[in-house]
């Protein structure tokens, strides 16, 4: 299986793929594709395609993260971006959570297959009203991927990011004017960047956004 595409884009970011962590990636999109067989994990099943909008998409959120700290993955899926980016950052700690089932089964024989013991799973609807009661310690960071930013996971953001903590996101058409505007009912968050990624993603031109706890 051909990894250049990912090699060559993940020295871009400051990456070093390492022939362990080419093996993980490796071993993950082989275990993605037979498992999505049963459980329909993602509607992207050729290789290639899911090395470059799905890995890439992912390992493009290490230029907004600290060296450092909790991560929560909202809404993780298949793992994204929470397994790729726990792949190449294993002295951060990442908590993914998911309200599927079948998906948290997946993340769960990953984690298992991997060895990855910086990665807990969580099977769980999270949502304002059980965020705090589920996770005592706010989190450094939040990245989220594929789930409604303003009316899911905002919310949630303002409870659980520590004081100057972020909430990272992705977004193919970003409206920053509508998302300056949702932020005025959380005046403790506020949009600090959102700019074009650095390398190839889910689509020609992918932007990541980071918000504030001020």
Known sequence: M???????????LGLK???????KFTLYLEEMRRWNKTYSLTAITDPAAIIRKHFLDSLNYV???AKDGDILDFGSGPGLPGLPLAIVRPQNRFVLIDGRRKKTLFLEFMVRKLGLENVEINHLHLNRGNAREVFAQPFSHIVTRAVALLREVVPVADLLLKNRGTLVFSDARPDRNAIKSALENWPELKLEKLEKSLVPGRAPDIYLGSIRKM
């Open 2 to 12: 051909n990894m250049d595409e990912l090699c060559r884009n993940g020295e871009s």
């Open 17 to 23: 793929l390492t022939p362990d962590r080419i093996a």
């Open 63 to 65: 230029t907004a993260l």
